[in-house]
C-alpha cells in the first residue's frame, strides 16, 4: 500500500509538472470538415471484420414516456443492449453499467455496442444505461444494483446532484473491487473517488489538476457562500482539466511503470467519452476490455490498432452546413457570405448568436441546434454559433462574437446550452459572466432543453420543467442576466436523443428576432405599449402598483422617450391631465366604468386574431362574454399616443365571484383579457411592452410552474413581445414570477425613501412624560405624580396591551418602590422608542426622479446597524455600545426588558446613530445637494490635526466619546458607496437600454437595507441560487429567533407541539433562507452543505443536544415560494420524515407523537402521514381570501376557510419530488393539532398592513374551526427588520403597524401629497388592517375607532380624500361599515350615521350630482 502510495505521488508529481507544458504541446488545431470527420469515424478498430447485424432494430423510437409515475419516467430496457445467441458464440462477454446526467451519450453507447456485437472480435458487449434521476426511483435503484452486481465496466459522468450522488456510491462502493473497471468522469468528489483503472486511483491522487479538480470548485464556492452572495467559480476547472487531457497521453506514453500506462489510459478513456460519437466510445470500451478485464486474453484486442480519440477542436465557430468549423469570426464570414445568398437571407439582416454545447455536436445529437438555426435563417435571420467543450460558455463570446477590433456582431443571443454561462452544471461564475456579457451587451436568452424529462413527461406535468433543472438551468442563468427560459427541445424516451420542439423554436427564434429588431429600429418607428393595472376593479384603482406613483412615472417616461426621438403625441400638459385621458371617456362619462375605449374589438375580428379564444369557451361561454364589452364589441380601455399606446389590464375576472374563488386551479383568462393582448399584438402592432409596477395579472394565469408549454396562458398571451416590466426592487419572488412566467425582462424601482414614524399627539405627550420622569424620578412627591400620569396617558393611548403588568390608573404609585416604578417607566419608554424608530416610507416613489441625500438618511442609518462581517465592517450600535464597554444585543435584551436605564442608553445609541450619519449626508453633499465622495486622504489628515473625523464628533457630542475610530473609518466608507447607489438615477436609463435592444445589467432583488447591492435600481432583478440556503448567517438568526419565540412560550416549561407556519418567497430571498432555517430549527434538525457547498441534505440534532422537545411543524408554502424554492421544499419535508422516523419517546418529538396518531387515523404509514409541507396547487397562487377581502365579495368568513383547505391543501413528497398532490384531509388534520400559527416580517417596507397576502395565506380562524376544542391558537410574528430580532404576537404587530402607518400624520399628510394615488394607498391600508379581523380576530376596537376619527370624522382630512379619489374614499366608508356589520368593530350609532352620508356623497361625487349647485 505504502508503495502504491508513493508510485501515486509521484505521478501527481508528473502530471503537475506537465501541466503546464500542456499549451505549448497542444499544436496547431487541425480543422475536421464534419463529413470528414465521419468518414474517419466509421470503425474503431482498423480493419475489423464486420458480422451480420442480429435483429435489433437500428431505428430510433418515437416519443414516449417511461414506465415509472414519478416526475421522471424510467424505461431502462430501452437503454438495454444483450447480444444475441450468434452474436455470443465463442466471444467473451463484457458487461458495460453507465449512469449518465444527460441522455445524449445513450445513442452513442448503444451503437458502439452494436457494432462491438456485429464485429468479428474476441468479445461481445452487453450494456445498460441509467438516467441519474432515475435512481430516486426504488425499483430502479434495485434494477441497478442487480446490474452491477454482474458488471464488468462501470462508467459514470456528470453526478452532480448530492442526494443522487450518494445514492450512487452507495450502490457502486460495494462492488467497486470486484468491477474490473469503474470510469468517473468528471462529477462530486465522491463519485471520482469511485474511479479504479488497474493501479491508477484517484484516491491516492493528492495534487495536480486530476487530483484537485472537485477540491478546487468547493474551495471557491464556500468561500462565495461563507460572502453570503450568490455561488461563484467554474468552468476554468473543466477547462483546464480538458487543456491536461489533451497532452497528457502523448507524453505518459513514453513514461515507464504502470501507473503512468494506466493513467494514460484513463486520459484517452476521457478523450474518447469527450469525443462523443459511438466511435469513440467504441474504442474506449475495447481499449478498457483489452487491458483490464482478465476474461478476455491478453492481446486478443489490438490495442495498437484502436484508434486515437477523434475529436472536435475544443471551441470554434458552427454550422451544420459549413464545410470546416471556424477559428475566427472573419473565417466564418467568407463562407457565409455565399450561403446567406444561396439561402436569400440579407447580408445585414439581424444577426444572433448562439451559444452551443459541444458534447451535443460531438454525439451527433445535434438535431435540436438545426431546427433552431434553420427557423432563425427561414425568418430572415444571420446566425452565429458558438461553441465550447469546457464549462465557461463565455469563450464563444469572447472569441467570435467580436470582429478583430472588438466590436460585437451579433444584435441578440440565444443559449441553447441551458447552464449558467460560466460554470455549467458545477457551479457559477457570475461576476465573469457578467462582465462578459456587459461587453457584448445585446440581450441575453437562455432557452432550455429538457434533460431529465422526456417530452411527453413535460407535456403532462403540471409543474412543467424537473424541479433539479429549474434550479440549475433557470435560477442560476438568471444571476448571470439571462431572460426568457423557454423549453424549446425534449428527449426521446426511447433513445435518449434530443428532439426539436417546433412550435417552441419558432417561439425562441421570433423573440430573439424581436429583441435584435429593437436595435435596428429608428426611435421614431418603433410602437411601445404601456400596461396599467387596476385591483380591485374600480376606476379609483387605475394605476395600481407597490409603492410607485404611476401616472407620475408614466408622465416622466413619456417626456423622456419623446427626448430620445419616439413619436410621442399629445401628451397631456400635466400629470392630471395625463390621469383623466384615461380614467374619463367623454362618450360615457359617469358610467360605472367610464374608462376611455381606445378600440372597440368586433368578435368576428377577435376570433379571426386570437389562436386560443376557443378554448376560453369552457370557462366563460362564447365571446363578447360580460367583461370588458358593451354587449357587442370587446372594449380596450386606454389611450394612444402617437406610437405609444397607454392600456389597462383588465383583472382576473372573478373578484366578484365568490364560487370562483373557491376554485382549487384558477380559470383561463376572460375574452376580454384575451382580446385586450390581441390588441397590442397584432392591430396596434407593439415593438415592446412594458408593464408598469407591481404588480399585475399577466404572470399569474393558469400554466405550468416553470418552463411554459405552448398551450400555457402566460405564454399564449404575451405570444411573441418583448416584455419590460418596472417591478419594485425590494419584490424579486414575484419578480421572477414573471420573469419565468411571461419572459418579462425586469427593470428594478426604488421604494420610497423612509423616515423615522415619529410620535404625536398622545404618544407625543407621553413621550414629554417621560423625559420629566427622567429629571424629577429621585423626587418622591413628583415623581410618583408623573408616574401616575404616565400610566394613565399610556392607557389612554391602549399601551397597556402592549405592556404586561401596566398597573391601573387608580394605583397609589407613591405606594410603589423606585425600582418598580422605573421599570413601569422603562416599559412605557420602550414602547414608544420602538413606535418612534419604526421606518415609515414617505409617500409614492417616481420613477426618474432618486430620493435626495437628506431623504436617504433613514435608509443609511439601517444599513449601518446591522454587522457585516464579510466586508470587514461592524454595526454602529456596536461600535458605540463597544466604547462603553458593552455589545448591542446585551442593551436590546436588557432594554425590551424594561430596563430604564439600558432603555435610555439604546435611546442615546440610536441618537448618536443618526447623527453620525446625518453628518456624513452633510459632509458627501455640495452646495448644489448633489452627493460627492469624500476625500478620505484629506479626512484622515483632517481628523488627524483636529481630533477625529467629522462623524466621530457627532457621536462624541452624543454622549459617547470613546468610539473607536478605527472601526469607523471601514463602516463609513460603505455608509458613503451605499449614498451613492441610493442617490442613482438608473431606472429611466434602464428601460431605454431595453428598448434600444441592450443587456440590462443584472442585480439581486431585496431588501436595500440588509443588501445594498439591491443598488441602485434600474437593474433586471433576481433571486438567488436556491440551493445556497439557508446560509450560515440565516441559520445563526433563526436560532435567535426561535430562542425568543420558546422562551416567551416556555415560560412554565411547556411547549407548542404544532406550529402552522407560513413560508414566502420574497422572505427566504432577502434573508437568505431565515423562515426556512426556523422551520428546521423548531424540528430539530439543522442544514448540512454537500461537498461543493450546496445546501440539500438536513441531520437531526440529538435530543440531548437540543435540550426540547422536537416541534411539530405545518409548512404553508405560498405559490411564489413553491415556485422557487420547490427544492427547499423537499429538503423540509426530508426533515420532517427524518423526525418522524426517529426513534425517540413521543413526549420529546411531536412531530412523531402526530404523525403516529395520523397514520391510525388514515390507515397509511408513518411516512405517508409524516406530510407537512402544503402549497396550492401548480400554476395556482393564493388562497383567494384577499381577493374576496378586497372586493368586500359578500362570502361569509366559514366559507373562506374552507376555500382557504381547498386552494392550499396540496401536499409535496421528497418520495415523489416535484409533484403536488391533493391531500386536503391529511391537512385538515394536520391544522387541527396546531397551537400557534407563525409568519416573518423580514423588511420595514413590507408589514402585515401594506400588502394583502399576508392576512391571504393566515390560517389562524382556519385551525380554531378545525380543533376539537375550538381554541383560538395563539398567533405570532417574527420581526427581523431590524439588528434587534423581535418575536411579537399578532395583535401586538398589528397595532405597532397602525400606530406607524394609518394612524400617524406623518403617513396621512404624505399619502395625500400623492393626491389621486395616495388616496387609495390610505383606502387599501385599512382594508388589508379588516383582512386581519377576518382570518384572525387580530384588530383591536380602537383602530377602527381612531381610524374613523381621523379620516371621516375630521371633515378637512375627508374633503380632501373626496376631491383627489372618491371612489377609494366611499371603498374606505364600506370597511368600516362591513367591519361592524361583521361585529369587528363597536361603535356610536353617530359614526354608523356619519359614514351612510359620506358613502352617499361618494355616490354623487362619482355620479356627477352637485347639489350646492
Known amino acids: 500500500e505504502s508503495e502504491g502510495s508513493s508510485s501515486a505521488k509521484a505521478l501527481a508529481q508528473t502530471l503537475t509538472a506537465i501541466g503546464a507544458a500542456s499549451v505549448a504541446l497542444r499544436g496547431s488545431k487541425r480543422r475536421e470538415t464534419r463529413r470528414g470527420l465521419r468518414k474517419t469515424q466509421r470503425v474503431a478498430v482498423v480493419d475489423a471484420e464486420v458480422m451480420s447485424p442480429g435483429v435489433e432494430s437500428e431505428e430510433m423510437a418515437g416519443l414516449g414516456g417511461g414506465s415509472f409515475s414519478g416526475f421522471t419516467g424510467s424505461n431502462v430496457s430501452q437503454r438495454r443492449v444483450v447480444p444475441n445467441a450468434k452474436q455470443s458464440e465463442g466471444r467473451v462477454k463484457v458487461k458495460v453499467v453507465y449512469v449518465v446526467l444527460e441522455s445524449q451519450y445513450q445513442a452513442s453507447m448503444t451503437a458502439a455496442v452494436k457494432q462491438i456485437n456485429k464485429s468479428g472480435g474476441p468479445i461481445c458487449a452487453e450494456c445498460v444505461g441509467y438516467l441519474l434521476e432515475e435512481i430516486r426511483n426504488p425499483e430502479t435503484v434495485e434494477e441497478l444494483r442487480k446490474d452491477l452486481e454482474d458488471a464488468n465496466i462501470f462508467v459514470c459522468s456528470l453526478i452532480f446532484v448530492q442526494e443522487l450522488a450518494e445514492k450512487l456510491v452507495e450502490l457502486v462502493a460495494p462492488q467497486r473491487d470486484r468491477l474490473d473497471a469503474c470510469l468517473c468522469f468528471p462529477s462530486m468528489p465522491e463519485v471520482m473517488k469511485l474511479n479504479k483503472l488497474g493501479t491508477f486511483d484517484l484516491t491516492k491522487l493528492t495534487g495536480g489538476p486530476l487530483g484537485s479538480f472537485a477540491e478546487q470548485i468547493k474551495e471557491a464556492r464556500n468561500k462565495t457562500l461563507q460572502a453570503g452572495k450568490p455561488a461563484a467559480s467554474g468552468g476554468a476547472f473543466q477547462d483546464s482539466l480538458l487543456k491536461l487531457v489533451r497532452t497528457l497521453p502523448k507524453v505518459l506514453k513514453f513514461l515507464p511503470g504502470d501507473q503512468a500506462k494506466d493513467a494514460r489510459t484513463f486520459i484517452l478513456s476521457l478523450q474518447h467519452w469527450l469525443g462523443g460519437t459511438p466511435e469513440n466510445v467504441e474504442a474506449m470500451l475495447l481499449?478498457?476490455?483489452?487491458?483490464?478485464?482478465?476474461?478476455?486474453?491478453?492481446?486478443?484486442?489490438?490495442?495498437?490498432?484502436?484508434?486515437?480519440?477523434?475529436?472536435?477542436?475544443?471551441s470554434g465557430i458552427w454550422h451544420p452546413l459549413a464545410p470546416a468549423i471556424y477559428d475566427t469570426y472573419e473565417e466564418y464570414m467568407e463562407w457565409y457570405k455565399g450561403h446567406l445568398n444561396f439561402v436569400g437571407v440579407p447580408q445585414d439582416a439581424p444577426m444572433i448568436g448562439v451559444i452551443l454545447q459541444k458534447s451535443h455536436i460531438s454525439t451527433k445529437d445535434d438535431g435540436h441546434y438545426v431546427s433552431l438555426i434553420q427557423e432563425l435563417e427561414s425568418r430572415g435571420a444571420r446566425v452565429l454559433c458558438g461553441y465550447t467543450g469546457g464549462l465557461d460558455f463565455s469563450l464563444p463570446l469572447r472569441e467570435y462574437f467580436v470582429n478583430r477590433v472588438g466590436g460585437t456582431e451579433v444584435d441578440a443571443m440565444v443559449n441553447l446550452t441551458g447552464f449558467s454561462l460560466v460554470g455549467g452544471p458545477a457551479s457559477q461564475d457570475a461576476k465573469k459572466a457578467k462582465e462578459a456579457l456587459m461587453k457584448i451587451n445585446r440581450?441575453?436568452?437562455?432557452?432550455?432543453?429538457?434533460?431529465?424529462?422526456?417530452?411527453?413527461?413535460?407535456?403532462?406535468?403540471?409543474?412543467?420543467?424537473?424541479?433539479?433543472?429549474?434550479?440549475?438551468?433557470?435560477?442560476?442563468?438568471?444571476?448571470?442576466?439571462?431572460?426568457?427560459?423557454?423549453?424549446?427541445?425534449?428527449?426521446?424516451?426511447?433513445?435518449?436523443?434530443?428532439?426539436?420542439?417546433?412550435?417552441?423554436?419558432?417561439?425562441?427564434?421570433?423573440?430573439?428576432?424581436?429583441?435584435?429588431?429593437?436595435?435596428?429600429?429608428?426611435?421614431?418607428?418603433?410602437?411601445?405599449?404601456?400596461?396599467?393595472?387596476?385591483?380591485?376593479?374600480?376606476?379609483?384603482?387605475?394605476?395600481?402598483?407597490?409603492?410607485?406613483?404611476?401616472f407620475g412615472s408614466i408622465f416622466s417616461v413619456l417626456g423622456r422617450l419623446k427626448e430620445e426621438g419616439y413619436t410621442v403625441e399629445g401628451i397631456p400638459e400635466d400629470i392630471e391631465g395625463l390621469q383623466k385621458s384615461i380614467l374619463e371617456d367623454p362618450l360615457e362619462q359617469y358610467s360605472m366604468a367610464d374608462l376611455n375605449v381606445e378600440y372597440r374589438m368586433s368578435v368576428d375580428e377577435y376570433e379571426q386574431l386570437c389562436p386560443y379564444a376557443e378554448d376560453l369557451r369552457e370557462n366563460w361561454g362564447p365571446p363578447p362574454g360580460?367583461?370588458?364589452?358593451?354587449?357587442?364589441?370587446?372594449?380596450?380601455?386606454?389611450?394612444?399616443?402617437?406610437?405609444?399606446?397607454?392600456?389597462?389590464?383588465?383583472?382576473?375576472?372573478?373578484?366578484?365571484?365568490?364560487?370562483?374563488?373557491?376554485?382549487?386551479?384558477?380559470?383561463?383568462?376572460?375574452?376580454?383579457?384575451?382580446?385586450?393582448?390581441?390588441?397590442?399584438?397584432?392591430?396596434?402592432?407593439?415593438?415592446?411592452?412594458?408593464?408598469?409596477?407591481?404588480?399585475?395579472?399577466?404572470?399569474?394565469?393558469?400554466?405550468?410552474?416553470?418552463?411554459?408549454?405552448?398551450?400555457?396562458?402566460?405564454?399564449r398571451l404575451i405570444s411573441v413581445l418583448p416584455n419590460l416590466y418596472y417591478y419594485a426592487a425590494n419584490n424579486p419572488s414575484e419578480a421572477t414570477i414573471a420573469k419565468r412566467r411571461s419572459y418579462a425582462s425586469t427593470i428594478s424601482y426604488l421604494t420610497p425613501p423612509a423616515e423615522n414614524a415619529g410620535l404625536y399627539k398622545g404618544l407625543n405627550e407621553l413621550s414629554e412624560l417621560v423625559k420629566s420622569y427622567q429629571g424629577l424620578r429621585e423626587n418622591e412627591q413628583r415623581g410618583a405624580s408623573i408616574v401616575a400620569s404616565i400610566v394613565a396617558t399610556a392607557r389612554q393611548c391602549n399601551l397597556d396591551k402592549d405592556i404586561e403588568d401596566l398597573p391601573q390608573e387608580d394605583e397609589d404609585?407613591?405606594?410603589?418602590?423606585?425600582?418598580?416604578?422605573?421599570?413601569?417607566?422603562?416599559?412605557?419608554?420602550?414602547?414608544?422608542?420602538?413606535?418612534?424608530?419604526?421606518?415609515?416610507?414617505?409617500?409614492?416613489?417616481?420613477?426618474?426622479?432618486?430620493?435626495?441625500?437628506?431623504?436617504?438618511?433613514?435608509?443609511?442609518?439601517?444599513?449601518?446597524?446591522?454587522?457585516?462581517?464579510?466586508?470587514?465592517?461592524?454595526?454602529?450600535?456596536?461600535?458605540?455600545?463597544?466604547?462603553?464597554?458593552?455589545?448591542?444585543?446585551?442593551?436590546?435584551?436588557?432594554?425590551?426588558?424594561?430596563?430604564?436605564?439600558?432603555v435610555s442608553r439604546l435611546q442615546e445609541i440610536t441618537e448618536a446613530c443618526r447623527a453620525a450619519v446625518r453628518t456624513l449626508v452633510a459632509e458627501s453633499t455640495n452646495s448644489q445637494g448633489r452627493v460627492e465622495e469624500p476625500n478620505f486622504v484629506v479626512q484622515d489628515m483632517m481628523s488627524f490635526l483636529y481630533g477625529g473625523s467629522p462623524w466621530k464628533k457627532a457621536i462624541d457630542a452624543a454622549g459617547f466619546p470613546n468610539v473607536n475610530e478605527d472601526d469607523l473609518k471601514p463602516l463609513f466608507v460603505y455608509l458613503q458607496s451605499c449614498l451613492k447607489l441610493i442617490v442613482c438615477n438608473n431606472e429611466l436609463p434602464g428601460l431605454l437600454k431595453a428598448l434600444n435592444g441592450e443587456y440590462i445589467e443584472p442585480g439581486p432583488g431585496g431588501d436595500p437595507i440588509r443588501n445594498p447591492d439591491v443598488l441602485p435600481t434600474g437593474k433586471n432583478m433576481h433571486a438567488l441560487d436556491p440551493q445556497s440556503i439557508p446560509t450560515k448567517a440565516a441559520v445563526d438568526t433563526a436560532y435567535v429567533v426561535v430562542e425568543r419565540l420558546l422562551e416567551r412560550l416556555g415560560k412554565d416549561g411547556e411547549f407548542p407541539e404544532s406550529i402552522a407556519f407560513t413560508l414566502w418567497g420574497t422572505d427566504n430571498i432577502k434573508t437568505y433562507g431565515e423562515s426556512l432555517a426556523q422551520v428546521l430549527a423548531l424540528i430539530g434538525c439543522r442544514p448540512v452543505p454537500d461537498s461543493l457547498g450546496r445546501v440539500n441534505k438536513v441531520e437531526l440534532i440529538p435530543l440531548e443536544q437540543l435540550g426540547r422537545p422536537r416541534i411539530d411543524v405545518v409548512c404553508n408554502c405560498s405559490g411564489v415560494f413553491r415556485d422557487l424554492f420547490i427544492n427547499q421544499m423537499n429538503l423540509l419535508d426530508r426533515a420532517i420524515k427524518m423526525a418522524a422516523e426517529a426513534d425517540e419517546p413521543i413526549e420529546q418529538n411531536f412531530v412523531r407523537k402526530h404523525t403516529l396518531d395520523q397514520a391510525a387515523e388514515f390507515n397509511i404509514s408513518v411516512r405517508q402521514a409524516a406530510t407537512r409541507v402544503f402549497s396550492n396547487a401548480a400554476g395556482s397562487y393564493s388562497a383567494n381570501v384577499a381577493l374576496a377581502v378586497e372586493n368586500g365579495t359578500n362570502v361569509d368568513e366559514e366559507a373562506l376557510q374552507k376555500q382557504f383547505v381547498t386552494r392550499k391543501g396540496f401536499a409535496l413528497s421528497s418520495d415523489n419530488?416535484?409533484?403536488?398532490?391533493?391531500?386536503?384531509?391529511?391537512?385538515?388534520?394536520?391544522?387541527?393539532?396546531?397551537?400557534?400559527?407563525?409568519?416573518?416580517?423580514?423588511?420595514?417596507?413590507?408589514?402585515?398592513?401594506?400588502?394583502?397576502?399576508y392576512f391571504d395565506n393566515d390560517p389562524t380562524k382556519v385551525v380554531q374551526n378545525l380543533r376539537k376544542d375550538g381554541k383560538k391558537p395563539s398567533a405570532f410574528i417574527a420581526d427581523t427588520t431590524t439588528a434587534n430580532a423581535q418575536v411579537r404576537s399578532l395583535s401586538a404587530q398589528v397595532r405597532l403597524d397602525s400606530r406607524t402607518k394609518l394612524l400617524n400624520p406623518k403617513f396621512y399628510e404624505a399619502s395625500l401629497k400623492g393626491g389621486y394615488e395616495g388616496v387609495r394607498e390610505i383606502s387599501k391600508r385599512l382594508r388589508y388592517t379588516f383582512g386581519w379581523s377576518t382570518t384572525a380576530g387580530a384588530v383591536d376596537n380602537f383602530v377602527y375607532e381612531d381610524s374613523n376619527d381621523t379620516y371621516i370624522a375630521d371633515e378637512d382630512i375627508r374633503k380632501r380624500m373626496m376631491d383627489k379619489n372618491p371612489e377609494a374614499l366611499r371603498d374606505m366608508v364600506q370597511t368600516f361599515l362591513e367591519a361592524h356589520a361583521k361585529g369587528h368593530w363597536e361603535t356610536s350609532d353617530a359614526n354608523l350615521d356619519r359614514l351612510k352620508d359620506v358613502y352617499q356623497e361618494c355616490e354623487d361625487k362619482i355620479e356627477g350630482v352637485d347639489f350646492s349647485a
Not at 483489452?290 to 475544443?314: C, N, S
Not at 417596507?1245 to 394583502?1252: G, K, M, R, Y
Open 813 to 902: 404609585m407613591k405606594a410603589v418602590p423606585i425600582d418598580e416604578r422605573d421599570l413601569i417607566v422603562g416599559k412605557v419608554y420602550r414602547r414608544l422608542m420602538e413606535i418612534e424608530s419604526r421606518a415609515l416610507p414617505m409617500g409614492l416613489h417616481r420613477i426618474g426622479v432618486p430620493p435626495t441625500a437628506e431623504e436617504s438618511v433613514a435608509t443609511l442609518v439601517n444599513i449601518a446597524q446591522l454587522d457585516r462581517p464579510e466586508l470587514g465592517v461592524k454595526g454602529l450600535p456596536n461600535i458605540i455600545a463597544a466604547s462603553v464597554g458593552l455589545n448591542a444585543e446585551q442593551v436590546y435584551r436588557s432594554a425590551d426588558k424594561g430596563n430604564l436605564e439600558d
Open 1217 to 1253: 419530488p416535484g409533484e403536488l398532490t391533493e391531500s386536503s384531509e391529511l391537512f385538515k388534520s394536520a391544522l387541527s393539532k396546531v397551537d400557534l400559527t407563525f409568519q416573518n416580517l423580514d423588511s420595514s417596507e413590507i408589514s402585515l398592513t401594506d400588502v394583502s397576502h
Open 443 to 550: 440581450p441575453y436568452m437562455v432557452s432550455v432543453p429538457l434533460v431529465f424529462q422526456s417530452f411527453t413527461e413535460w407535456q403532462q406535468s403540471q409543474l412543467g420543467l424537473h424541479p433539479v433543472q429549474v434550479a440549475l438551468q433557470v435560477s442560476l442563468p438568471e444571476i448571470d442576466g439571462a431572460i426568457e427560459p423557454l423549453i424549446y427541445a425534449g428527449r426521446d424516451g426511447a433513445s435518449g436523443r434530443t428532439i426539436p420542439m417546433q412550435d417552441r423554436i419558432g417561439t425562441v427564434a421570433t423573440r430573439a428576432l424581436n429583441w435584435a429588431r429593437l436595435r435596428q429600429k429608428p426611435n421614431a418607428e418603433k410602437k411601445v405599449a404601456i400596461c396599467l393595472f387596476q385591483f380591485p376593479p374600480d376606476k379609483g384603482n387605475v394605476g395600481t402598483a407597490a409603492y410607485l406613483d404611476v
Open 287 to 314: 481499449r478498457v476490455a483489452g487491458q483490464y478485464v482478465p476474461a478476455v486474453t491478453p492481446g486478443a484486442i489490438d490495442l495498437d490498432r484502436i484508434m486515437e480519440p477523434v475529436v472536435l477542436p475544443d
Open 626 to 715: 360580460t367583461l370588458n364589452t358593451d354587449g357587442r364589441d370587446l372594449l380596450v380601455y386606454g389611450k394612444r399616443f402617437g406610437n405609444i399606446f397607454l392600456g389597462v389590464q383588465p383583472t382576473f375576472g372573478y373578484e366578484g365571484d365568490p364560487m370562483r374563488l373557491l376554485f382549487a386551479k384558477s380559470a383561463s383568462p376572460h375574452h376580454g383579457f384575451a382580446a385586450f393582448y390581441t390588441y397590442l399584438e397584432f392591430v396596434f402592432g407593439a415593438d415592446a411592452l412594458l408593464h408598469f409596477g407591481t404588480h399585475g395579472s399577466l404572470e399569474f394565469m393558469p400554466g405550468k410552474q416553470v418552463g411554459m408549454s405552448g398551450s400555457c396562458y402566460p405564454d
